[in-house]
């Protein structure tokens, strides 16, 4: 098993080349909008990390307490969706069935928990804001070379990093590098 690591900062370039290397998904075919949504996330990992850490702290710093108690109410959210998506049958055939739909249900029961706190905006412009982001430039940014090449690797299992250890979390693996790296695991216990 390979060990976690964050994959290096991608240049200015590479993250946000021009025009030329951004284009609308296609909305009628979501498998292939999902695989460059997660394609990018792993690549861009480390860029995304560190825009969402500044638009972080730039609502901390105006607002520490509403900002404190929004990171704790989504990581416990995010914590217990996790261990009822593993340790509980219905939940987890849902998270298996409906990836989607699993992570658009944490997130709404984020926000429901935080509109009972009173912080609803901050939590939406703390932590929404920087994942809308990051939606944003993932759906919209085309991959490249070495984009695929990356993820092929990590897919594999010859690489692991945080956000595929997320993205298995919440059950958003691509099918064929699964299938690839099963395959892979079959023969090295041949």
Known sequence: MAKVELTPLRLWDDFFPGWE?????DVKDLAKWNNRVVSNLLYYQTNYLAMAIIVFLIVGFLNPIGMFMGMAVVSLVFLGSVWAGENR???KNFKNQNPTMFVIAVMVASYFLMSLFGGVM???????????????????RLRNMKNKLENRIE???????PMGLLLEALGQQEEKL????NFLESKLKE
């Open 21 to 25: 290397r951004f284009a609308k998904p």
């Open 122 to 140: 901050v939590f939406m412009s703390g932590i929404t804001f920087p994942l809308a982001l990051i939606f944003a430039h993932a759906s919209l």
């Open 89 to 91: 049958a219905i939940i």
């Open 155 to 161: 897919g594999a299992g010859l690489k692991k990093s």
């Open 178 to 181: 699964q299938k690839i790296q």
